[in-house]
């Protein structure tokens, strides 16, 4: 049976050293890279082009590797990971269920009537709709920053950035769940108010949790996945879904997430060849 490649971007994870012992281990072979050195015109250089490849980095080199004609490449499907696409699904779930998504000159003129319905004195939550980091989510002053200019400014962004808005939210504790479809494949506590703390969770009430509201959805962005839940004001919520391939592993068990990952590659590989090419 054909193995997955993986291509790792080095310098990137905690566990970088952890994950590549994890992959000697299963006797997965791969190559390292790093961004500035990757070009998609050269993938030959790495595996030959109709390699099943797996990539773990970088959203932008992600975006690169997609450009490729590896199979699976990467997870990390940008549009299904917009909160436009996700948040129709998983919407009565969501931390931030009751929110605005428009762009940033829409927000600047549409202040008052927001921040009136979303019951706040000037502060809001405010991340981009992409999942490609193109700013750093957080909450922001609309008293403070009241103008295009002054808000631009702080988020470098233009005026036409689509964004989500929703009230600002007191939040406990976070966790991270790496998912082959609706199945929870391994997961970890990374967030106790601001401090780092990474725990493996094997089962439990957020385990039974998670599986409910995937169950109840009945959707998925793509095969593999993440999706981070948290707690805020003694209830679970789900925060937000990221992408496989570029999403930190924290305490997560290394050895199911390259398991998972093996599983899911030649599965969307076999499908993409119809079985042509495999020993």
């Known amino acids: ?30 190559k390292e890279t790093n961004y500035l050195r990757f070009h998609s015109t050269d993938a030959n250089e790495y595996f030959s082009e109709d390699e099943c490849v797996l990539f773990r980095g970088t959203l932008n080199l992600g975006r690169n590797i997609l450009r490729t004609s590896w199979i699976p490449g990467a997870y990390m499907d940008e549009k299904n990971l917009r909160c436009t696409t996700y948040y129709t699904y998983f919407g009565q779930y969501l931390l931030n269920n009751k929110y605005f998504i428009l762009s940033l000159g829409e927000l600047i003129r549409r202040r008052e009537e927001i921040l009136e319905y979303l019951g ?26 009241n103008t295009m200019q002054s808000l631009g400014s702080e988020l470098k962004r233009d005026e036409t950035t689509l964004i989500l808005v929703s009230g600002k939210r007191a939040i406990a504790k976070e966790w991270r769940f790496f998912v082959y479809k609706n199945q929870i494949i ?13 725990e493996t969770i094997q089962g439990g009430y957020l385990e039974s949790y998670l599986s409910n509201v995937l169950k109840a959805v009945n959707w998925y962005p793509e095969s593999l996945y993440t999706v981070d839940i948290c707690e805020s004001e003694g209830e679970l919520h789900v925060l937000e879904l990221g992408s496989f391939s570029c999403s930190g592993e924290y305490g997560c068990d290394l050895s199911l997430i390259i398991e998972a990952g093996a599983k899911a590659a030649l599965e969307d590989y076999e499908a993409a060849n119809d079985g042509e090419g495999w020993g």
């Open 186 to 198: 391994t997961g970890s506590l990374y967030l106790v108010g601001e401090e780092r703390i990474d």
């Open 120 to 145: 706040s004195d000037g502060d809001l939550f405010v991340r981009p709709d992409s999942n490609m980091k193109s700013f750093r989510a957080g909450v922001f002053n609309l008293n403070v920053l």
């Open 1 to 30: 049976m054909k193995k997955v490649n993986w291509l790792i971007e080095k310098n990137i994870f905690d566990c970088d050293e952890e994950f590549l012992e994890e992959l000697k281990r299963q006797g997965y072979s791969w």
